[in-house]
Antibody, heavy 124, light 107 residues
Framework: QVQLVHSGAEVKKPGASVKVSCKASGYTFIGYYMHWVRQAPGQGLEWMGW????????KYAEKFQGRVTMTRDTSISTVYMELSRLTPDDTAVYYC?????????????????WGHGTRVAVSS | AIQLTQSPSSLSASVGDRVTITCRAGQGISSSLAWYQQKPGKPPKLLINDVSDLESGVPSRFSGSGSGTDFTLTISSLQPEDFATYYCQQFNTYPLTFGGGTKVEIK
C-alpha cells in the first residue's frame, strides 16, 4: 500500500541541526511532490516547503529560507528535511506529505498521503 | 501570506447533528481549497480537494462548498468517529497555509 515512513524521534540542543527522513513506498516516487509540514504541540499546521523528487527542485516557505534544506535520494525513494539553528520554538512533529505536481506559483491539490510524523524536541 | 480564518474554533455537537465549519480566506483563492480531519496523535487525513471533491473512501455525509473567499465543510449527520479537529488549507498561493482548526467535541 501507499505509505510514507518517517525516521525516529529526535532530541536536540538549541543551535543544533536535525535531519528527518521520509521513505516512500507503494507508488512511483518521482511522480509526486513531497511537502514538509510541522505541528507544534497543541497547535495548528505549518507548511515548510516542497521538493520535486524527480528534479530535486525545491520551494521553501520564506519563514524557513536559509534554515531548511530538502533533499532526496531516488535510489531509496527517500526525502530528507534538514533544519538548522534550532530553537525551542522548533519543537514540533514534522510530517512529510505527498501531492501532485506544483508550479512556481501554486500547487494544484491538497496532500493525499501523510507520514506518521517525526517528533523533534529542542531543549537545553 | 493568505490567512485562513476558521470558525468556530471549537464546537460541541451530538451524534446525528448537522455540523457546518466555515473557512474565510484573506483574498480570493479560486477553488484551491482542501479540508482535512485530524485525530489526536495521528496525521491529518485529506477529506475534500478543490472545495467540493470528496476523496475516495470518505463518507458522503461530508461535503464542501464555496468559492472565492468563503468556504464551508458540512457533516450532514455527525457520527462518533467524526469527533476530531478539522483544518482547511489553501494551495493557490505560496506559502501554502492552513486554517487554525475547528475542534468538534461530543456534547
Amino acid at each position: 500500500q501507499v505509505q510514507l515512513v518517517h525516521s525516529g524521534a529526535e532530541v536536540k540542543k538549541p543551535g543544533a541541526s536535525v535531519k528527518v527522513s521520509c521513505k516512500a513506498s507503494g507508488y512511483t516516487f518521482i511522480g509526486y511532490y513531497m511537502h514538509w509540514v510541522r505541528q507544534a504541540p497543541g497547535q495548528g499546521l505549518e507548511w515548510m516547503g516542497w521538493i520535486n523528487p524527480h528534479s530535486g527542485d525545491t520551494k521553501y516557505a520564506e519563514k524557513f529560507q536559509g534554515r531548511v534544506t530538502m533533499t532526496r535520494d531516488t535510489s531509496i525513494s527517500t526525502v530528507y528535511m534538514e533544519l538548522s539553528r534550532l530553537t525551542p520554538d522548533d519543537t514540533a512533529v514534522y510530517y512529510c506529505a505527498r501531492s501532485v505536481v506544483c508550479s512556481s506559483s501554486s500547487c494544484y491539490a491538497g496532500f493525499d498521503i501523510w507520514g506518521h510524523g517525526t517528533r523533534v524536541a529542542v531543549s537545553s | 501570506a493568505i490567512q485562513l480564518t476558521q470558525s468556530p474554533s471549537s464546537l460541541s455537537a451530538s451524534v446525528g447533528d448537522r455540523v457546518t465549519i466555515t473557512c474565510r480566506a484573506g483574498q480570493g483563492i479560486s477553488s484551491s481549497l482542501a479540508w482535512y480531519q485530524q485525530k489526536p496523535g495521528k496525521p491529518p487525513k485529506l477529506l475534500i480537494n478543490d472545495v467540493s471533491d470528496l476523496e475516495s473512501g470518505v463518507p458522503s455525509r461530508f461535503s464542501g462548498s464555496g468559492s472565492g473567499t468563503d468556504f464551508t465543510l458540512t457533516i450532514s449527520s455527525l457520527q462518533p468517529e467524526d469527533f476530531a479537529t478539522y483544518y482547511c488549507q489553501q494551495f493557490n498561493t505560496y506559502p501554502l497555509t492552513f486554517g487554525g482548526g475547528t475542534k468538534v467535541e461530543i456534547k
